[in-house]
């Protein structure tokens, strides 16, 4: 787990004229001021950044979660500055229920069965209070033949109906370059893995390339709510 995190982190840190930065973190922000939750967390924070640089303006508690020691440290300098804002390495710190709202971004991706999604939805639908809101943003699973502004992904689209299926992802923005294992979890297995979770789809978001002329859509953002 740790070399791919590494990875990750190394390529995020690069990942600053991508969709998921320019488009997917606005419109979470956008989302969080009209739903005011009056506590986020952020699974799967990584770096940090989103807390840092987007969620940060809504002036409400909030917590980043990783899985990843390197992660932690990383986020936990990024936010040091940050008012009200923690970083936690484990989940059974924080009281169930008490998550007006919950961001994963690109987190999803990282999970390589369908017992390992369950579990982590399962955390999510613990955490997050019965009236509050789960954004999952996940690279689109229909356009993972694609080459997007700063990452491409290299699945075979015959595959499309095999949930799980591992595939390459190649990031590559301001001379650097990085690749690694992701795994395929199409429509059908993410709706029915949320179900099974307590959860219920409200909306589905795509968003464009920062490029102009691109095929597809690299990012979409499932909304859904527990039930
Ligand atoms: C591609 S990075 C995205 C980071 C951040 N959400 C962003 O968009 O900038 C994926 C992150 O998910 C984390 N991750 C993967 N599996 C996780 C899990 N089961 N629980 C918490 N974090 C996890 C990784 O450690 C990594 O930091």
């Given amino acids: 787990m740790s070399g791919e995190v590494k990875s990750c982190f190394g390529a995020y840190n690069q990942q600053t004229t991508e969709s998921r930065i320019k488009l997917v973190f606005p419109d979470l922000l956008a989302r969080l001021r009209v739903q005011k939750p009056r506590r986020l967390l952020d699974y799967g924070c990584g770096p940090g950044f989103f807390l840092r640089d987007h969620a940060s303006a809504l002036n409400i508690d909030q917590v980043g979660y990783d899985v990843c020691d390197e992660m932690i440290q990383t986020a936990t300098t990024n936010c040091k500055d940050v008012p009200k804002t923690t970083i936690v390495p484990n989940l059974e710190v924080l009281e169930p229920a008490s998550f007006g709202a919950v961001t994963t971004t690109a987190v999803w991706m990282c999970w390589k069965s369908e017992p390992e999604c369950l579990e982590n939805l399962g955390w999510i639908r613990r955490l997050i209070s019965f009236h509050g809101v789960l954004y999952a943003a996940v690279t689109h699973p229909c356009f993972r033949d694609q080459a997007y502004s700063t990452f491409s992904m290299h699945l075979d689209q015959g595959r499309y109906l095999e949930a799980g299926t591992p595939y390459e992802a190649r990031l590559f923005d301001q001379g650097q370059k990085v690749s690694f294992t992701d795994h395929h979890w199409p429509l059908w297995a993410m ?31 499932i909304v859904a709510t527990p039930k």
């Fill in 191 to 221: 709706s029915a893995q949320l179900k099974r979770a307590g959860f219920r789809i409200e909306e589905i978001q795509e968003y464009p390339d920062t490029a102009p002329g691109s095929k597809g859509s690299p990012w979409m953002l």
